[in-house]
Structure formats: structure tokens, C-alpha cells
């Protein structure tokens, strides 16, 4: 079965430093899609960024980049330049590609950022 | 209206009521879902819709009770819940990868009490 693991319950950073929040997975699939999303207060969970399993290159959106390591099944989303507007819960999520898009997600990682 | 809507955002209602979760989208996607989110715990799946027909129902209660009549709404009808039942409700819906989808876009999420 797929699982997803994030060891970080809380982080701080300072505002205009980089963060890398972690998540590590387990999948016997060799083809899967691997997510991080942004739960602000309000509820609504926010699309961040994508990485498949087979892409060669880490994914990079705006100040969003995540960093795959396929050999430790790891998938690290590293935030440049926090803004105040990035305290938020972060979630990693996976998708198995065979079968329905089931999601598949950790238990967040709660992000600080302080002035 | 644009995305994924939710009403209502917010519920309290006793064990013995009746209620019902609307959720529309306005995307165009032809799969919908429901989730469930404890606190300190992950987002559960509860059943998923691709094209209108249940293809996952994640061994939810039957006190929950999904009805899609198009693809472009989901509800969640609710009756003689538990106290534990109280979380936030969330509905997402995407593109079946088939025709090229990957990211789930969520709604705002209803947030039940059950007293």
C-alpha cells in the first residue's frame, strides 16, 4: 500500500529565507505522481506543484521547486523567499497511475513565517 | 461562480438530523470526489465519481451517503451521525488522466459539528 510520510508537525523560517519541507513515500508502483498542496486557514487546498516518477528533472513552480531523490523516495518541497502569506499547513500527496486518481496524503507539515 | 464550490461552509447538527453537502464545479472535469479531514490525521478519500458512476468507496458508513447526478455536481447526504463524524468535508474534482488530467482541485470544504 502507498504511504506517505511527513516528520515535520511545525517549521519557522524567517521571511525572505528558503524552507525545504519533507516527505518521504512508499510504493511498490514503479509509475506515480507525487503532489504538495497549501492548506491555509481558511480551509481550501491550494495546488502547489507536480513530479512524476519518470520525469528526469525536478519540478519547479515560481518560488516552489521540489526536490526528487527517486533512489530514497524522498520529495522535498523547498519555498524560496517565505512570504508572510506562506504560513499555511503543507500537505504531499501521491497518486497511483494505474487505476483511478486516487490521492494518497501525509499528515502536513504546519509552516511559520515570521518578519 | 469559478473552481470548486462548497455549501454550506459550515454545519452543526444533532445526531438525530438529516442534512445534505452541495458541491459544484465549474471546470469542466468529469471526475468529482469526497474527503474527509481529521484533526491530526490525513485527508481520507471517501468515494470517488468518474463520469457520473462511484468507482471507489472507501469503506465509508453508511450514515454517509454520496449522490452524483451530473458531472458537475456532488453531494454528501447525512444522516444519524456520530460526535466523531465532526471534521472538515472536503470536495475536489479533476480530469480522469485518460484524457490528460492530474492535478485535484478542491473547494473550500464544509466544516460539520455533530453534537
Known amino acids: 500500500a502507498q504511504k506517505i510520510t511527513q516528520t515535520q508537525p511545525g517549521m519557522f523560517v524567517q521571511e525572505k529565507e528558503a524552507v525545504t519541507l519533507d516527505c518521504t513515500y512508499d510504493?511498490?508502483?514503479?509509475?506515480?505522481?507525487l503532489f504538495w498542496y497549501k492548506q491555509p486557514s481558511s480551509g481550501e487546498m491550494i495546488f502547489l506543484i507536480y513530479?512524476?516518477?519518470?520525469?528526469?528533472q525536478n519540478a519547479t513552480e515560481g518560488r516552489y521547486s521540489l526536490n526528487f531523490q527517486k533512489a530514497r523516495k524522498s520529495a522535498n518541497l523547498v519555498i524560496s523567499a517565505s512570504q508572510l502569506g506562506d504560513s499555511a499547513m503543507y500537505f504531499c500527496?501521491?497518486?497511483?497511475?494505474?487505476?483511478?486518481?486516487?490521492?494518497?496524503f501525509g499528515t502536513g507539515t504546519r509552516l511559520l513565517v515570521s518578519p | 461562480e469559478t473552481g470548486v464550490t462548497q455549501t454550506p461552509r459550515h454545519l452543526v447538527m444533532g445526531m438525530t438530523n438529516k442534512k445534505s453537502l452541495k458541491c459544484e464545479q465549474h471546470?469542466?472535469?468529469?471526475?468529482m470526489y469526497w474527503y474527509k479531514q481529521s484533526a491530526k490525521k490525513p485527508l481520507e478519500l471517501m468515494f470517488v465519481?468518474?463520469?457520473?458512476?462511484?468507482?471507489e468507496n472507501n469503506s465509508v458508513p453508511s450514515r454517509f451517503s454520496p449522490e452524483c447526478p451530473n458531472s458537475s455536481h456532488l453531494f454528501l447526504h447525512l444522516h444519524t451521525l456520530q460526535p466523531e463524524d465532526s471534521a472538515l468535508y472536503l470536495c475536489?474534482?479533476?480530469?480522469?488522466?485518460?484524457?490528460?488530467?492530474?492535478?485535484?482541485?478542491f473547494g473550500p470544504g464544509t466544516r460539520l459539528t455533530v453534537l
Open positions: 475536489a474534482s479533476s480530469q480522469d488522466k485518460a484524457s490528460g488530467g492530474n492535478e485535484q482541485f
Open positions: 510504493t511498490s508502483d514503479q509509475s506515480y505522481g
Open positions: 513530479q512524476g516518477s519518470y520525469d528526469e
Open positions: 500527496a501521491m497518486r497511483e497511475e494505474t487505476g483511478f486518481q486516487k490521492l494518497v
Open positions: 471546470l469542466g472535469h468529469n471526475a
Open positions: 465519481y468518474n463520469f457520473k458512476e462511484q468507482t
